[in-house]
């Protein structure tokens, strides 16, 4: 028989043994897997698995489901080069599906720049029925949504992408110099495929066109709207010129462009970093600016490069 003293230890021991055992939160129970893609810093225009077009100014939730598993891909987030330490939660609630995305770098801070993934997360036990989606990627964009899985099982879901950094063409600052019209000023990451990698004057409707010829051979989508830009600029040659200027780098940057012109006719072009510098994938940029025959002097200068002297 238990006596007194006993009798409280006894009691004692199952409280402490109960609260251990709740302390520790439990791990999600429907996450199966997470797999991330290598850094899609060449793709500018793609396809995912089911032959939906993406592209680099937005980002997309594609889902699938199939024998009670569903499989959620968000396509186009931005984390650091270094893919190591980009991970993703789940939490399933009722109607409601959260999902967390998380990168935790490596001791160095990883690197100096960020590309976009895709990260692919599966979950288990899913009833056929409405959710809400959920997405956290650790920055202000907003992505939420509803399924119906009873009606149907996969689909694909855009979002407009905050900052449009990286690859996404940058908002740069308004031109309202009659000396200089900016007709294009864009990224570029197939670095082999562009041609004339150079600055160039074009001074005759016949080298606009055969320029236009040029960039429509390429075959890509984003080269082909330059050329179209250029094709429906309608520049009177009696009047001015087009300028072309290409420039690579070992990075993707984020630059803003800004004027500089005076009386004289003296004109400059600045295209200034913003941001950090970075050590990624190749890139080419291409500038095209309509110039009056006003313009004396035309300078382009680059950050990080030697002034290019159009005109002097």
């Keep these: 028989m238990l ?23 439990s791990p999600s129970l429907n996450t199966k897997g997470v797999t991330v893609s290598d850094c899609q810093a060449t793709k500018t225009h793609r396809t995912n698995k089911e032959g939906d077009a993406l592209d680099n100014n937005h980002t997309y939730i594609s889902y699938q489901y199939e024998n009670n598993t569903l499989s959620l891909t968000h396509h186009n987030v931005a984390f650091n080069c270094d893919k190591r330490g980009i991970g993703a939660t789940s939490k399933v609630e009722e109607n409601t599906i959260t999902i967390t995305e998380r990168q935790n770098l490596p001791n160095n801070g990883g690197m100096s720049c960020e590309c976009l993934f895709d990260v692919t997360i599966t979950l288990n036990d899913i009833e056929v029925k409405n959710y809400t989606l959920n ?18 099982s ?24 009659p000396m200089l019209k900016k007709l294009i000023s864009d990224e570029f990451y197939n670095t082999e495929v562009l041609p004339d990698k150079e600055t160039k004057v074009i001074k ?67 295209l200034d970093i913003v941001g950090n510098t970075c050590s990624s994938a190749l890139a ?14 035309l300078k382009i200068l680059v950050t990080g490069h030697e002034p290019v002297i159009v005109l002097e």
């Design 3 to 25: 006596n007194r003293k006993n009798l409280i230890i006894l009691t004692l021991s199952i409280l402490f043994i109960g609260c251990n055992s709740s302390s520790s939160p």
């Design 135 to 152: 997405y956290d990627d650790g920055r202000s964009t907003d992505i939420h949504f509803d399924i119906d899985l009873s009606s149907k």
């Design 154 to 177: 996969q689909g694909i879901k855009s979002f407009n992408r905050q900052g449009k950094y990286p690859y996404g063409q940058e908002p740069t600052t308004p031109q309202s110099n």
């Design 204 to 270: 005759t409707q016949n080298q606009l066109d055969n320029l236009v010829i040029q960039l429509k051979e390429i075959g890509d989508k984003k080269v082909d709207g330059w050329a179209k830009t250029l094709e429906e600029s309608h520049i009177d040659f009696d009047k001015g010129y087009l300028v072309t200027h290409t420039f690579e780098e070992g990075c993707i940057y984020r630059y803003t462009s800004t004027v500089e012109a005076n009386s004289d006719g003296e004109v400059s072009i600045h």
């Design 284 to 297: 080419q940029y291409y500038l095209a600016y309509q110039v009056s025959n006003k313009v004396k002097s």
